[in-house]
């Protein structure tokens, strides 16, 4: 692998070893020491074998740890074989099968206790859902008062941020800060009530780390409350309470809890961060000392209660903490496969001491590598946040920047990495504080996003030339060299002299990824970019149901522009039940499996190993109900397809319960649908209204509501000469891990869902010339017979073109070649938008005059 480095200096000390300045390939060597004996490779292969193809290659390169670790094969297998020959029963019952689940979840606690460092009797562990739930319970468990403070800090992670609402409700004064602020905040003179301290001791952004010391400080500043009789809050526990976020931070360094001079008052943990299986299952570890002050438990559930009364407001709660905290009946059989889980965790890496090392050291080493990276003018390619003093985890938030030093889109770089097989997680991480600090958010920053449509998790992660987002790679226990060196040897293939403008995008000044040749040397000096050309449709293709197969109209079929598009294009589409977003390909891909066929008003759709089924396309005949979507953001009025046949039938084809749903107007005949109603009708007896509509006075422009179920324009358009050139870059650079599902496969036009295909006409009249490949992003206008059409941009492109039209499968293809050679203000774009342009003159009401044909001739505007 060939990297591009330069010096780098040291980002940070690692954790517990010092690790000398170095390179990269020196740091190399020092991972190797920590790599638990020469082992670790032997471990990933036997433990970790979903890392590797049938050839033992490494087909996923593992970065989110921080959001999940793997598990090991010995774990599940262990857990199997332990479930088939045993019968764990709920454990609120009394016969052999509940005694023995009584016992292991016993021993799995006394366990996990000793695993975090202290024994039961200084904490006790109550096993909850998740980190998350174990927050909210120590929130409700603190006795906060109206006088007192509820202090979060900047990197908390979201479900600690959610505790203000239960700190208001206790009219307790909510205050982030900074965790440096802490050491002021908690001193005697400026502490009035009971008030709680939530902080981890990792951010999950950044992977910085915080003390251990922040309940000592509170048991040194108030000794008095060791003693009930000086208590301030008359019970002997000091005003402050300490909730310490551990679930980032347990995942890769021993806790040690009974080393701290005074451990927290609660400790939050999550065993899939740490073991990777079983998930549904969390901690929180109580102080012993601290049980007695807690707030008293309002709701109760089976299992938390000695004794009640049905009818009046009595009940006695069960004098053990975590019988009584732990509501309803736990995960048992979750909890009870732990044991095979710490097992599998000490045989492969001996203890969290070594993890940390490991982890510590492979961090270390990532920075250099990503430190290196630089564009041929020297500016670094990424721009990592943190690591550049005190401590940090194995997490590592960075942007990549472009030649000129503008940020590249985190979301393309990650679409880019899932073709290429690298997992990591892009985003804010539901860390707001972190974000704001790191990526410079303000809250008025977030409240405009929010007021123009943006959305944590949308598309959206450059605006106005600012990240909104982060891509984040995190380390495991079993991450190792390859898996750094792969992800930078990505970034490399695909960024390093990359350049994007952030520009708006401008049809005629378009600038494309450097790999592509200047469109303006297609032609000879002082010849006109359009002499010669001439141009006609080769392929129609319709898409009556959303994310759906194409389907080719037929070349001696005339087939009719409407103001929405293509006749019945994207009328229909597909819905989940309680959700409002329309199923698309790209989450779905055997949404490509269902073939459709437009013939006399109806709707014909085939799939594999199903019979054909009829969809009558009369408003007339079919049952609607008034339901909602949304679409790019905006919100649609749509229309059930009240039908079991057709529910049933497309819910066996996808595996997934789901429906029909259709814009009625789109149904309707052009005559009838010269002007457009604001939205559908209320009930299908209106539908005969919308053919009586009178004219409107205002001229048509494109909205969504005319843009049918489309995501960006109406209409599609690629050339054929731009789809061959994409072809041959495939077969010239063809990624070789991806060899095998490509050989003998064609990336035609109709790979990229186009509307309308175009090809050049090489025996026209007079000198004619080929369309050069991406000269489209030069034209400005398209005519088809009386038919204007504006190019409003380039379409953006998504995974979706990567899915095999055919078979459903999932390829690299053309995705990952577009994605290096074909990028426009950083994002990867293929084929023109076309839309409607105003005007009497746009449509008649003589169907001919407004239909496309294959083989027409299309003027072309510059």
């Known amino acids: 692998m060939l990297l591009n480095f330069v010096s780098a200096s040291p980002s940070h000390e690692a954790p517990t070893e010092q690790i000398s300045e170095s390179t990269p390939t020196s740091r190399m060597k020092e991972v190797n020491d920590y790599n638990y004996g020469g082992r670790l490779e032997a471990i990933r292969h036997k433990e970790y074998p979903q890392l590797y193809n049938a050839s033992l290659q490494l087909k996923t390169v593992f970065l989110d740890h921080a959001g999940s670790t793997l598990y090991a094969a010995s774990h599940i297998r262990a857990q199997a074989e332990e479930m088939l020959a045993t019968i764990p029963a709920n454990p609120h019952s009394n016969h052999p099968g509940s005694q023995w689940t009584r016992d292991k979840i016993e021993q799995v606690r006394d366990r996990l206790l000793g695993f975090f460092g202290t024994t039961s009797r200084d904490y006790a562990l109550v096993f909850t859902a998740n980190a998350t739930a174990a927050i909210r319970l120590a929130g409700e468990l603190t006795p906060m008062s109206k006088e007192g403070t509820f202090c979060y800090t900047s990197a908390a992670h979201t479900s600690v941020v959610g505790l203000r609402g239960i700190a208001a409700e206790l009219g307790a004064i909510v205050r982030p800060v900074e965790f440096d602020d802490l050491d002021d905040i908690i001193r005697p003179e400026h502490t009035n009530g009971v008030g709680l301290v939530a902080y981890p001791t990792q951010c999950n952004f950044s992977g910085e780390r915080f003390p251990w010391d922040v309940a000592d400080k509170v048991a040194r500043r108030f000794p008095a409350h060791a003693d009930a009789n000086g208590s301030r809050d008359g019970g002997g526990h000091p005003p402050w309470w300490v909730l ?94 732990l044991h095979h889980a710490i097992d599998a965790h000490a045989r492969n890496f001996g203890s969290m001491a070594l993890v940390r090392q490991h982890t510590a050291s492979i961090t270390q080493y990532a920075l250099s590598v990503l430190n290196g990276l630089c564009h041929d003018n020297g500016r670094s390619l990424c721009t990592v946040y943190g690591h550049c003093s005190a401590e940090f985890g194995p997490t590592v938030a960075l942007n990549l920047r472009d030649v000129n030093g503008s940020f590249i889109g985190y979301i393309e770089v990650e679409r880019l ?114 002499a010669g050309l001439q141009v006609k449709v080769d392929q129609v293709v319709v898409y009556p149901i959303k994310s759906c197969h194409g389907w080719p109209v037929p070349r001696d079929t005339p087939w009719e522009i409407t103001p929405s598009g293509l006749k019945y294009d994207r009328s229909f589409v597909i819905m989940r039940e309680n959700s409002s977003v329309p199923m698309q390909q790209k989450r779905y891909p055997r949404m490509a499996l269902i073939r459709p066929h437009l013939a006399d008003k109806q709707l014909i759709l085939d799939a594999p190993d199903h019979e054909s089924l009829v969809i009558s396309l009369d408003l007339a005949t079919l049952c609607l109900e008034t339901t909602q979507s949304m679409v790019c953001g905006s919100h649609m009025q749509t229309y059930r397809v009240l039908s079991n046949e057709i529910s049933n039938w497309l819910a066996s084809v996808l595996a997934v319960e789901c429906y029909l749903a259709c814009d009625p107007r789109l149904l309707l005949p052009l005559a009838n649908d010269e002007y457009l109603p604001p939205s559908p009708p209320s009930s299908l007896a209106d539908s005969a209204a919308l053919a009586k509509l009178p004219p409107s006075p205002m001229p048509r422009t494109t909205k969504r509501s005319e843009m049918s179920f489309a995501n960006e324009s109406q209409i599609l358009l690629v050339t054929h000469e731009s ?114 342009i105003d005007g009497a003159n746009s449509f008649t009401r003589a169907a001919l005059a407004n239909t496309i044909q294959l083989g027409m001739l299309i003027d072309i505007s510059l």
């Open 723 to 836: 789809a061959q050139r994409v072809s041959d870059w495939i077969a010239e650079e063809q990624d070789i891990d991806d060899a095998a599902a490509v050989i003998g496969k064609s990336f035609g036009p109709l790979q990229y869902r186009p509307n309308i295909v175009v090809k050049s006409v090489l025996h026209g009249i007079g000198p004619t010339r080929e369309i050069q490949p991406f000269e489209e992003f030069k034209w400005t206008g398209v005519t088809i017979g009386d038919i204007r059409l504006q190019v409003s941009g380039p379409c953006r492109r998504c995974q979706m073109i990567a899915i095999d039209q055919e078979s459903a499968k999932s390829l690299k293809e053309p995705y990952s070649t577009l994605a290096r050679k074909m990028r426009v203000d950083g994002k990867v774009v293929f084929g023109i938008y076309l839309d409607i």
């Open 244 to 337: 310490v976020d551990a679930a980032a931070y347990a995942s890769s360094s021993p806790l040690n809890l009974g080393a701290l001079r005074t451990g927290p008052d609660f400790v939050a943990v999550s065993m899939y961060k740490i073991f990777g299986a079983p998930t549904g299952v969390g901690a929180l570890l109580v102080r012993r000392s601290s049980i007695p002050f807690l707030r008293p438990k309002r709701f109760f559930g089976g299992g938390t209660v000695h004794m009640l009364s049905f009818d009046h407001m009595w009940q006695e709660f069960r004098a053990e903490i975590e019988a009584r905290l732990e509501d309803g009946t736990v995960n048992f059989q979750a909890i009870a496969s």
């Open 417 to 530: 990495a899932v073709m290429a097989g690298i997992a990591m997680r892009t985003g804010r991480f539901c860390n707001p504080g972190a974000a704001r600090r790191w990526l410079d958010l303000t809250t008025p920053d977030l409240i405009r996003y929010a007021s123009l449509g943006y959305a944590c998790g949308d598309d959206n992660d450059v605006i106005a030339g600012k990240p909104v987002g982060a891509m984040r790679i995190s380390f495991g226990a079993m991450t190792s060299c390859e898996d750094v060196d792969k992800f930078a040897a990505f970034l490399v293939r695909n960024f390093c002299n990359y350049t994007c403008t952030q520009e708006s995008v401008k049809v005629g000044t378009i600038k494309l990824a450097s790999a592509v040749t200047s469109i303006d040397k297609c032609t000879s000096p002082g010849r006109s970019l359009s």
